[in-house]
Structure formats: structure tokens, C-alpha cells
T-cell receptor, first 117, second 113 residues
Framework: EAGVAQSPRYKIIEKRQSVAFWCNPI?????LYWYQQILGQGPKLLIQ????????DSQLPKDRFSAERLKGVDSTLKIQPAKLEDSAVYLC???????????????FGPGTRLTVT | KNQVEQSPQSLIILEGKNCTLQ??????????LRWYKQDTGRGPVSLTI?????NTKSNGRYTATLDADTKQSSLHITASQLSDSASYIC????????????FGAGTRLFVKA
């Protein structure tokens, strides 16, 4: 079974530029998550999708971050414009079943390391 | 407030030694607790999961314990190997208003030859 795919793996941009990350979850997984992981910290949930609908985006900085999951499969996360404090690893994860009824195991991709200079 | 706290923040041990990582949580109501291993440059991978009624779960050289009364968990690594060098993240599922997934900050383990 193929795992969660993310691209690019690394990205360096200047502040105020825009950037987009792509995630392809495990086939058949209904729930998709985007996390921000700052060095030395645990992942912080940015947004959670159930199929193509948003379940939780309470910690997404909506003035600069946006995400979509068209057709309930692939997802993109965009930052526009980027700030220095956005430097982090952006992890995508997916899980089978419904968001609130499964045992909660999430399968993570390798992440995209973003550096904002 | 639902929180997960881990200790120590980092740990250095010699290859072949045992170690124990700690996780304290305040999440209520509680659903389950997972330990994840995150290798450098990789995403986290689940090691164990425990529900309220389970107090010990093993996965090879990894043994997790859970005390739901004191809201504490530990991850014990036996006969450590160089490949155990990673971050270990405690994740608790639960909370009011729906089931949230709360991540700890992780313990960074370095195993030296």
C-alpha cells in the first residue's frame, strides 16, 4: 500500500512570497490533515478535511493560509504572503473512516520543509 | 485546558541501555493514547495505542504503560539501538466538544555507540 505523498520535500522562499504544498493521501482515506511542525515542537493541526468538507480549521491563520481538497482526494495548502515565522515542516496525514468514530491512527507523509528568508 | 506534556525534552543514552520516556495529560474525556516515533526528516509513525482499559502494550522492544487514574503514560525502550534515535511523540485523543487529537512536544532521544 502506497503511503501519503507530499511535494515538494524542501522549499526556500523570501518573505512576502507565495508557496503551495501538495498532498496525496492513502487511497480510500476519508480524512486528511495538514499540520505545522516548528523545530523542537509537536505537530500543530492547521486544518482537517472529511472527504472534501472542512471539519476543523480553527487554528488556520486564514488571513494568509488557505487549503482545499478538491474531489475529496488530493489537497493543497497555500501560504500567501509568507512570513519568517512560517518556517517549519508542513506535514500531511490521512486516516480511514469517519473523523470521530475511528481509533484515530493517522498516517503521515514525509513533510515539506519550508524556509522563509 | 487539554494538554499533553512530555519529559524529558531530550535524552542521550548509550547503545544497549534501557530508557523510559514520560507523558502526562489533562485531556478529558479520554479516548486513547498513542506513542509515535518520528525519525529525522520523516513523518511520525504509530508505535502503540492504548485505550482506557489497557495499562500495558508492547511492540517489540517498546513497551507503553498507561495509568488512566493519574493520567500518565510511559514508553520504555529496552536494549536501545542506534536506530532508536528519533523523537517520540505522545498523542492523546479525546476532549470535550468532539474528539480532538492533542500532540505532545516530543522527547528527542539520541542513542550513542
Amino acid at each position: 500500500e502506497a503511503g501519503v505523498a507530499q511535494s515538494p520535500r524542501y522549499k526556500i522562499i523570501e518573505k512576502r512570497q507565495s508557496v503551495a504544498f501538495w498532498c496525496n493521501p492513502i487511497s480510500g482515506h476519508a480524512t486528511l490533515y495538514w499540520y505545522q511542525q516548528i523545530l523542537g515542537q509537536g505537530p500543530k493541526l492547521l486544518i482537517q478535511f472529511q472527504n472534501n468538507g472542512v471539519v476543523d480549521d480553527s487554528q488556520l491563520p486564514k488571513d494568509r493560509f488557505s487549503a482545499e481538497r478538491l474531489k475529496g482526494v488530493d489537497s493543497t495548502l497555500k501560504i500567501q504572503p509568507a512570513k519568517l515565522e512560517d518556517s517549519a515542516v508542513y506535514l500531511c496525514a490521512s486516516s480511514p473512516g469517519l473523523a470521530d468514530t475511528h481509533r484515530g491512527e493517522q498516517y503521515f507523509g514525509p513533510g515539506t520543509r519550508l524556509t522563509v528568508t | 485546558k487539554n494538554q499533553v506534556e512530555q519529559s524529558p525534552q531530550s535524552l542521550i543514552i548509550l547503545e544497549g541501555k534501557n530508557c523510559t520516556l514520560q507523558c502526562n495529560y489533562t485531556v478529558s474525556p479520554f479516548s486513547n493514547l498513542r506513542w509515535y516515533k518520528q525519525d529525522t526528516g520523516r513523518g511520525p509513525v504509530s508505535l502503540t495505542i492504548m485505550t482506557f482499559s489497557e495499562n500495558t502494550k508492547s511492540n517489540g522492544r517498546y513497551t507503553a504503560t498507561l495509568d488512566a487514574d493519574t493520567k500518565q503514560s510511559s514508553l520504555h525502550i529496552t536494549a536501545s539501538q542506534l536506530s532508536d534515535s528519533a523523537s517520540y511523540i505522545c498523542v492523546v485523543r479525546g476532549g470535550t466538544g468532539g474528539f480532538k487529537t492533542i500532540f505532545g512536544a516530543g522527547t528527542r532521544l539520541f542513542v550513542k555507540a
